[in-house]
Structure formats: structure tokens, C-alpha cells
T-cell receptor, first 111, second 114 residues
Framework: TQLLEQSPQFLSIQEGENLTVYCNSS?????LQWYRQEPGEGPVLLVT?????EVKKLKRLTFQFGDARKDSSLHITAAQPGDTGLYLC???????????FGKGNQVVVIP | DTAVSQTPKYLVTQMGNDKSIKCEQN?????MYWYKQDSKKFLKIMFS???????INETVPNRFSPKSPDKAHLNLHINSLELGDSAVYFC?????????????FGQGTRLTVV
């Protein structure tokens, strides 16, 4: 069974549009990270959210951690082609150095 | 300077061969990992080492043997390669800060078994 479910798996939008992708679980996490992976590269950490209800902004990207610390969302405003990539969420349960990854949201922004 | 570096980036080999992938991190992290990413982009943990000691060993065939000579290096040796081993293998390292575990990944090794 997959610990973290990401939806939608694939999303294609026009440049300038907004989008939201989701990461859901039935488990509670001590923290949750979002990574972006581009073709031929390893995942790169974007943000870590720790507190239930926390909202973090990274330029045009807004990350929210659910109140119950089981889910998260990533909203991109005015998407640009450079936002194209595989967005991976990963949950950590404190103290065991284990990150569980979702299967990713593949985002394509068309110029 | 590359934080987590793994070599080679590409590896094409025949079934039945034995191959190794090397990984080094210069971040001073205590924990290193090997992940496997399949054709559907699912990133699955294989092994985790903390200060040279194995702490996570997922259900991985024993043809895969990690070796950590020191906490900055974690190599992956694979015996008797099979077609199903074809994937991208990522090395990563992390340091816990409070209850947070944030991973830094290498560029990956694309293994193709023919």
C-alpha cells in the first residue's frame, strides 16, 4: 500500500494559469517535504512544513500542511515553463530517518 | 562543489554481470540512503545507513549489497544483474534537525540491463 497518494498524477497547463496538486495520507507525519525533480536530475528539496495548518511561500509556490498533519497541497500561481517537473512529497515520522515518498505529480507548463 | 555525487551517471551492462555504483557526500551528514526510481517515477527506499551502520533494509534481493566504508560514502554493489534491475538509482544523505529529515540527492545512476 502506498503511504502517500499524490493527485493528479499528471497535469498539463498553459503558461500563466494557476494549479494545485495534492499529497494525501492516512498517517500523521512529524514533517512533510516537497521536492521537485527535473529530467536527468535528482529531486531537489523545495520546502519543509512542520506545524499543522502551516503555510509557506516560495515565490509563486504556496505550500500548505493540513491541520491534522496528514496531507499537504502545493499551489502554483501564474505557472511558467520553468515550473515543469515532477513534484514529490515525502513524509517523515520523527526519529527514524525514514522518508516515505509519494509517486509524484508530473506538471507540464506549456509556453 | 557537488554535495552528493554518485558515479557512474549511466551504466549499461549485460544480464548476469556484477556492477557497483559509488556515492560520496561532503555535507557532513550522518545518514545516507539508496533509492530506486522505476519507469513510473516511483521513488522507493532500498537501504539507509547511519554512521556506517545499516538501519533500514527494505525488501530488496540479497543480490544488492550496500557498503559504507565511512559515513561520507555509501556504495551499492549488485550481483547477477537482471533485466528488472533496470532503473535509476539515487543516493541521498540527510541530517535530522529536530524531528525533520531533509534529504539531499545525487544526480542518479541510470542502470540499463540488456
Amino acid at each position: 500500500t502506498q503511504l502517500l497518494e499524490q493527485s493528479p498524477q499528471f497535469l498539463s497547463i498553459q503558461e500563466g494559469e494557476n494549479l494545485t496538486v495534492y499529497c494525501n495520507s492516512s498517517s500523521v507525519f512529524s514533517s512533510l517535504q516537497w521536492y521537485r525533480q527535473e529530467p536527468g536530475e535528482g529531486p531537489v528539496l523545495l520546502v519543509t512544513v512542520v506545524t499543522g495548518g502551516e503555510v509557506k511561500k516560495l515565490k509563486r509556490l504556496t505550500f500548505q500542511f493540513g491541520d491534522a498533519r496528514k496531507d499537504s497541497s502545493l499551489h502554483i500561481t501564474a505557472a511558467q515553463p520553468g515550473d515543469t517537473g515532477l513534484y514529490l512529497c515525502a513524509g517523515a515520522k520523527g526519529g527514524n530517518n525514514r522518508l516515505a515518498f509519494g509517486k509524484g505529480n508530473q506538471v507540464v507548463v506549456i509556453p | 562543489d557537488t554535495a552528493v555525487s554518485q558515479t557512474p551517471k549511466y551504466l549499461v551492462t549485460q544480464m548476469g554481470n556484477d556492477k557497483s555504483i559509488k556515492c560520496e557526500q561532503n555535507l557532513g551528514h550522518d545518514t545516507m540512503y539508496w533509492y530506486k526510481q522505476d519507469s513510473k517515477k516511483f521513488l522507493k527506499i532500498m537501504f539507509s545507513y547511519n554512521n556506517k551502520e545499516l538501519i533500514i533494509n527494505e525488501t530488496v534481493p540479497n543480490r544488492f549489497s550496500p557498503k559504507s566504508p565511512d559515513k561520507a560514502h555509501l556504495n551499492l554493489h549488485i550481483n547477477s544483474l537482471e533485466l528488472g534491475d533496470s532503473a535509476v538509482y539515487f543516493c541521498a544523505s540527510s541530517q535530522e534537525v529536530g524531528e525533520n529529515t531533509e534529504a539531499f540527492f545525487g544526480q542518479g545512476t541510470r542502470l540499463t540491463v540488456v
